[in-house]
């Protein structure tokens, strides 16, 4: 392995690559702060701080789950656990005094990845509101519900995070205010100085992993003794460039960075109503655009909201670089259209000349944080009041998320009204095609399915739209 920096110091040596990095600081480097609990991603417990260099030696930190990160990504980066943090002269930092003067620490169990969430969140803070500021501590489980006095420490940083020059120009500010300690600085010309492996093409029997959020929560065991090509630093395959007529995005961007980005929340604003709802950040620090797509899951997220906007896909391999509609990219459940020696590159999405309305829903058991039963997105281009192009797409109605071919193609011409909406929504009950498993039988699902639909128009339609539904099913419908 390449070096790395560990708080205060580089580390060189040889690692297992595959070894998660909670375990390595725990078991080799006695660093308990960060503490083995869902290893899921799911709590919190384990988040640590990983700092990437950007250009102009600046360093940008991400909140990560210690629990899904393996050695090998650590390779050229600083990892910064709760340890990293406390300062030499004993005192507490602001947040962790926060925390502490709001009475927000009980068992203190979750008390480390609240630290580090609360840091991440002056590391990168943009508005530093209310509503920022629970969603960066979105995951973090306080199992003695001390939930208010949490909040109320987040409400004492909110003044330090507003006084705050923008984040790549506020590592000083932090450090001078004692969040940070003083050896954060010069780490972006120290890690500038460690060797850099140079990227190669993926061997054939290499595992390919971008941010391995999910790999890592269900395979650990599997790929223990896999050799692994870590694609999330290869800068060819991170960004985000918009034309005219297109919006090209890396394969290995991140969803944070997808949430962060201007220039998409510009071209493309629709796409930030599911990415608000995609994970917590210590997931969207690691979870990748490609990463989200190769995992096929027939009820993700991005997938179904991609699809309603026509993303075409871009895929490298042995015989050159080639382009697939997203929609023949699924071939069925964690199936999907690449060959052997192929790996994803990048998604387009079209612009179109005119304004397009995108809604997207889905019914879980939890509002935030949680897998979708079924969800849905529609596309719709307008001309006064009449559709012109259409298309829903729908995950959990399928081994695979899908367009509602036939549903979208009916609606091409319809007028937006009430009658529209209802046999939209149970032709959609018609085509789909779930099936009973833990998240639901098959007729919960259509049921569904058809009240997603009626509530993107809902959304999309003219005020009212839904005082016009009929009670009973229009020609082609389906009873409710």
Request: proline share 6%.
């Given at each position: 392995m390449q070096p790395f920096r560990l708080n205060d110091e580089d580390v060189c040596g040889l690692h297992q690559p595959t070894r998660l990095v909670l375990d390595w600081l725990r078991e080799e480097r006695g660093l308990t702060a960060a503490k083995d609990a869902c290893r899921e991603g799911e709590c919190g417990a384990c988040a640590v701080l990983l700092g990437t260099r950007e250009p102009g030696d600046w360093v940008r930190y991400r909140l990560v789950n210690a629990c899904l990160l393996p050695m090998q990504a650590l390779e050229g980066h600083h990892l910064v656990t709760l340890e990293g943090l406390n300062r030499a002269d004993g005192q507490l930092t602001p947040v962790q005094q926060a925390l502490v003067d709001e009475g927000a620490i009980q068992c203190g169990f979750c008390t480390p990845g609240l630290v580090m969430a609360l840091t991440h969140w002056l590391l990168n803070g943009r508005r530093f509101d209310r509503t920022e500021g629970l969603a960066a501590i979105g995951g973090n489980l306080c199992r003695c519900t001390g939930y208010q006095a949490i909040k109320r420490a987040l409400t004492r940083l909110q003044p330090l995070g507003s006084a705050l020059p923008p984040p790549h120009a506020r590592l000083g500010a932090l450090?001078?205010?004692?969040?940070?300690?003083?050896?954060?600085?010069?780490?972006?010309?120290?890690?500038?100085?460690?060797?850099?492996?140079?990227?190669?093409?993926?061997?054939?029997?290499?595992?390919?992993?971008?941010?391995?959020?999910?790999?890592?929560?269900?395979?650990?065991?599997?790929?223990?003794?896999?050799?692994?090509?870590?694609?999330?630093?290869?800068?060819?395959?991170?960004?985000?460039?918009?034309?005219?007529?297109?919006?090209?995005?890396?394969?290995?961007?991140?969803?944070?960075?997808?949430?962060?980005?201007?220039?998409?929340?510009?071209?493309?604003?629709?796409?930030?109503?599911?990415?608000?709802?995609?994970?917590?950040?210590?997931?969207?620090?690691?979870?990748?655009?490609?990463?989200?797509?190769?995992?096929?899951?027939?009820?993700?997220?991005?997938?179904?909201?991609?699809?309603?906007?026509?993303?075409?896909?871009?895929?490298?391999?042995?015989?050159?670089?080639?382009?697939?509609?997203?929609?023949?990219?699924?071939?069925?459940?964690?199936?999907?259209?690449?060959?052997?020696?192929?790996?994803?590159?990048?998604?387009?999405?079209?612009?179109?000349?005119?304004?397009?309305?995108?809604?997207?829903?889905?019914?879980?058991?939890?509002?935030?944080?949680?897998?979708?039963?079924?969800?849905?997105?529609?596309?719709?281009?307008?001309?006064?009041?009449?559709?012109?192009?259409?298309?829903?797409?729908?995950?959990?109605?399928?081994?695979?998320?899908?367009?509602?071919?036939?549903?979208?193609?009916?609606?091409?011409?319809?007028?937006?009204?009430?009658?529209?909406?209802?046999?939209?929504?149970?032709?959609?009950?018609?085509?789909?095609?779930?099936?009973?498993?833990?998240?639901?039988?098959?007729?919960?699902?259509r049921r569904l399915l058809r009240q997603l639909v009626l509530a993107h128009f809902q959304a999309l339609g003219p005020d009212g739209i839904s005082a016009h539904w009929p009670l009973t099913p229009v020609t082609g419908g389906m009873a409710p």
């Open positions: 450090i001078a205010a004692g969040v940070l300690p003083a050896s954060f600085i010069g780490v972006g010309e120290r890690l500038a100085s460690l060797p850099t492996p140079t990227p190669s093409a993926p061997r054939a029997d290499a595992l390919l992993v971008a941010g391995g959020t999910d790999l890592f929560a269900q395979a650990r065991a599997r790929h223990s003794r896999q050799l692994l090509v870590m694609l999330a630093d290869r800068p060819e395959l991170r960004g985000i460039q918009a034309s005219a007529e297109h919006c090209h995005i890396g394969a290995a961007t991140t969803v944070e960075e997808l949430l962060e980005s201007d220039l998409l929340a510009a071209r493309v604003p629709h796409l930030h109503q599911v990415l608000e709802r995609f994970g917590a950040a210590p997931v969207r620090g690691r979870a990748t655009l490609g990463g989200n797509l190769v995992n096929a899951s027939p009820i993700g997220d991005l997938s179904v909201c991609l699809l309603a906007l026509d993303a075409q896909v871009r895929i490298k391999g042995p015989r050159g670089t080639r382009h697939l509609p997203l929609a023949r990219f699924f071939l069925g459940d964690k199936r999907v259209d690449l060959h052997p020696g192929e790996w994803l590159t990048g998604v387009t999405l079209g612009l179109a000349p005119g304004p397009t309305h995108l809604h997207f829903e889905k019914v879980a058991h939890r509002e935030h944080l949680d897998v979708a039963a079924v969800n849905s997105a529609l596309a719709l281009e307008l001309n006064d009041g009449t559709i012109g192009r259409a298309r829903l797409s729908a995950g959990g109605v399928g081994p695979a998320p899908r367009v509602l071919v036939a549903t979208s193609d009916w609606l091409a011409g319809r007028t937006l009204n009430g009658a529209t909406a209802w046999s939209a929504a149970c032709r959609a009950q018609q085509e789909a095609e779930p099936i009973d498993d833990v998240r639901g039988s098959a007729a919960y699902k």
